[in-house]
């Protein structure tokens, strides 16, 4: 059975920077794809990036290309995405999600982190 | 401002058929890409609803039903519960982006 669990929530200031994590299990870490989709308070699903771990390869959403980094550490079946110059609009629960395998054509998002909520506050 | 228009809310009695549209254009479901729905239910993670257009999931009632048409999609809710009170996204591709597309989400209202 497919397991994401996130880290924790975290209070960030204006200005710096969040790394959130997302740990896999009950699956071939390499041959998934984790993307990272974010909700905001009163806003709806917001694509942020993805990582395919056996490749390395990480690819931004246009948006967020400046301030985002998705990595992958293999050996501890984790992604990690980093955002910096953080701001107040930037307070969001973010999710990391596995690509469903049926969806060949367009990506679809199957499985879901419990989700970390990120506040930006001075 | 979403790539994809969904109406903000829609809402129906018990036993009502809903529909949420989802519009796009022709660099999204336009040129071919397959549409996702996603239910979110209050305080929950989002569950992904109907793949690839017009498929449910394990587990997913009958009465949800997607369809794809042109450079447009739909939800449709049959025989309307009140646990279906939730907030309802559309997904797909766009070429002109290189990434993944919601639409704004619909809320979904039982009277």
């Known amino acids: 059975q497919v397991q994401l669990v996130q880290s924790g929530a975290e209070l960030k200031k204006p200005g710096s920077s969040v790394r959130v994590s997302c740990k896999t299990s009950?699956?071939?870490?390499?041959?998934?794809?984790i993307n990272w989709v974010r909700r905001a308070p009163g806003q709806g699903l917001e694509w942020m990036g993805k990582?395919?771990?056996?490749?390395?390869?990480?690819h931004y959403a246009l948006e967020f290309q400046d301030r985002v980094t998705i990595t992958a550490d293999k050996s501890t079946n984790t992604v990690y995405i980093e955002l910096t110059s953080l701001r107040s609009e930037d307070s969001a629960l973010y999710y990391c999600?596995?690509?469903?395998?049926?969806?060949?054509?367009?990506?679809?998002?199957?499985?879901w982190g419990q989700g970390t909520l990120v506040t930006v506050s001075s | 401002q979403s790539v994809l228009t969904q109406p903000p809310s829609v809402s129906g009695a018990p036993g009502q058929r809903v529909t949420i549209s989802c519009t796009g254009s022709?660099?999204?479901?336009?040129?071919?890409?397959?549409v996702h729905w996603y239910q979110q239910l209050p305080g929950a993670v989002p569950k992904l609803l109907i793949y690839?257009?017009?498929n449910r999931p394990s587990g997913v009632p009958d009465r949800f039903s997607g369809s794809k048409s042109d450079t447009s999609a739909s939800l449709a809710i049959t025989g309307l519960q009140a646990e279906d009170e939730a907030d309802y996204y559309c997904?797909?591709?766009?070429?002109?982006?290189?990434?993944?597309?919601f639409g704004g989400g619909t809320k979904v209202t039982v009277l």
């Open positions: 997904q797909s591709y766009d070429s002109s982006l290189t990434g993944v597309i």
């Open positions: 999600a596995i690509e469903g395998r049926f969806c060949t054509s367009t990506s679809c998002f199957d499985s």
């Open positions: 690839v257009n017009d």
């Open positions: 009950g699956v071939t870490f390499d041959s998934y794809t």
């Open positions: 990582i395919i771990p056996f490749l390395a390869v990480a």
């Open positions: 022709n660099s999204n479901i336009g040129a071919g890409y397959d």
